[in-house]
């Protein structure tokens, strides 16, 4: 089968079915555009928030220095394992938006549908423009791709780069000579062009977050596998030109991270548990996030989807694709189901593998000649309102919650305690809320979940003790805004009880740590 062009794809009717879905996949994404990024992964987003405030505020003359102090020492105390491209984009915004969080929701919505014009035509290839539409459809209104695509992280732009390599590689191992198909060979020319293209965006990919390099690698893998054995793969100088292409940025950020700026050292610990392989709750949990992120019958269906694909070099292709998320979420065995946003990747994944059933579906539909019309006129009704249920779905999440209330009270804590407060705090996400919009930097207790590991809190009285004199005996406040986790933890509520309260208000206490100490 010759491979269509991407310029086919552009003149065809299902343009305006395209263009259609960009349309609503950016409308549903500008929706609620201004609430608090507190909706998805909010400690993650606020790391990210506060080092573009951090970079902001470095150069403003206009604020009070002790502001442009805290905001710059937050940006530099917090942990840096990705390049911060994100959030240096956000901060340069701002010099002309002023400070407003939902610039960083823009640009990730942005780099979402950039992704997703790239597995429009990847899917093309691989299917058919059917097979492409129903694939960007998936991709774009998943409900918690919605969600996730719209938050101040890295990953909707590594996805973006991840997907624009899987394009390119394909087309790259197109220029081979297809052993499914009878188009020729291209020129040598158009294959160096290709490869370097290819490795450039790989490398962009790994660049952004290490993590892509699971999918990069079984993209290219794959694409290779799938036309010529992978001998033969080895002796062409383009591969090898790729492949450096694809490893150099990161590679030269990792020296400079780890050798010279030192940032780096510690960064990469706790990613790889092999106890939890052989834990069943890890495979348990594994299941339950999928099943949050895809529903359980999705990845079932793109499994399927698999032994549709009319090509062998598709099928294969895309089969090394799974794989590689697999090795990816055996590797990261803990942050696979405890962070849900390492599974986005799999988003455009399943997309690629649903669309092989489509296209066949379609094939199907086409054959019946007599009522191909009214087939197709069913089935269009059917995705047609199948999409307006799934986008009043997710609007309806964006609107169940308003956040926009929590940064005055943060804010009111702020100037209760005054910028110079020492204070521990039970708290939300670290502390970043406080320090976000209380510009406050507490010392963090730790929640019941961190305190796992002991026997019972009443049978560690020892470890109490000294974990309460550590944090709180040269401070003055102790912030709760759990009331909850205090609760769960009886001996720091019988603590704390035995303290005044210094101020309380809608969702928080303070105690006053001073009373009694000795001047």
């Known amino acids: 089968m010759k491979a269509t062009s991407s310029r086919s794809y552009l003149s065809s009717p299902g343009i305006a079915a395209v263009v259609l879905l960009f349309v609503l996949g950016l409308s549903i994404r500008l929706y609620d555009l201004t609430d608090l990024p507190l909706d998805f992964h909010p400690t993650r987003q606020l790391l ?3 080092k573009a405030r951090g970079m902001y505020y470095q150069g403003r003359t206009d604020v009070p220095d002790w502001q442009r102090k805290f905001a710059v020492q937050q940006w530099k105390s917090k942990a840096e394992i990705e390049p911060e491209i994100v959030e240096r984009l956000v901060a340069f915004t701002y010099r002309f938006t002023g400070e407003q969080l939902w610039i960083g929701r823009i640009y990730s919505s942005i780099f979402w549908l950039i992704g997703g014009l790239f597995l429009y035509l990847l899917a093309c290839d691989l299917s058919s423009p059917v097979g492409g539409l129903l694939a ?6 998943l409900p918690y791709g919605v969600i996730a695509s719209r938050s101040l992280q890295p990953d909707p732009l590594m996805v973006m780069f991840t997907i624009a390599f899987w394009w390119a590689v394909n087309r790259w191992a197109m220029t081979l000579g297809l052993r499914d ?20 965006l790989g490398g962009l990919a790994i660049l952004v977050k290490f993590s892509a390099a699971f999918f990069v690698i079984g993209g290219g893998l794959g694409a290779v596998l799938g036309r010529e054995p992978l001998g033969k793969a080895l002796r062409r100088p383009a591969l090898w030109m790729m492949a450096v292409l694809g490893v150099l940025p990161g590679l030269l950020y990792l020296v400079y991270g780890v050798f010279i700026a030192g940032f780096l050292a510690r960064q990469f610990g706790g990613r790889f548990i092999p106890s939890l392989l052989v834990s069943p709750s890890y495979y348990l949990n594994w299941i339950s996030t999928l099943n949050h992120v895809l529903g359980v019958a999705v990845v079932a269906l793109a499994l399927l989807g698999l032994f549709f694909f009319r090509q062998r070099s598709g099928f294969i292709f895309v089969l090394s694709l799974w794989a590689a998320y697999l090795l990816y979420g055996l590797y990261f065995d803990y942050h696979i189901w405890s962070h849900g946003y390492y599974n986005l990747p799999l988003i455009p994944l399943a997309a690629l593998s649903l669309s092989a059933g489509a296209d066949r579906l379609g094939a199907e539909m086409s054959a019946a000649a007599s009522s191909a019309g009214l087939l197709r006129s069913a089935a269009l009704a059917i995705l047609a309102l199948g999409l307006f249920a ?8 964006l609107k169940s919650v308003d956040y926009r209330p929590e940064a005055a009270m943060w804010a009111e804590i702020g100037q209760a305690l005054g910028p110079d407060a020492r204070l521990v705090a039970l708290t939300q996400d670290y502390g970043s809320r406080l320090a976000y919009w209380g510009w406050l930097d507490p010392a963090v207790w730790p929640l019941a979940g961190d305190l796992a590991y002991h026997v019972g809190l009443r049978g560690a009285q020892d470890d109490f003790e000294k974990q309460f004199d550590a944090l709180a005996l040269k401070r003055d406040f102790f912030l709760v805004t759990l009331p909850d986790e205090l609760e769960s933890q009886p001996l720091l509520k019988e603590r704390l009880a035995a303290y005044p309260l210094y101020r309380q208000g809608t969702g928080y206490v303070i105690y006053d740590l001073r009373e009694g100490r000795a001047p």
Not at 181 to 200: D, E, F, H, Y
Not at 390 to 397: H, M
């Open 48 to 50: 990210s928030a506060l």
């Open 136 to 141: 960007l459809a998936f991709y774009l209104f």
């Open 181 to 200: 198909s009878a188009a020729p060979a291209r020129t040598t020319s158009a294959g160096v062009r290709w490869a370097i293209l290819t490795g450039l």
């Open 390 to 397: 799934v986008l009043w779905d997710v609007r309806s999440i």
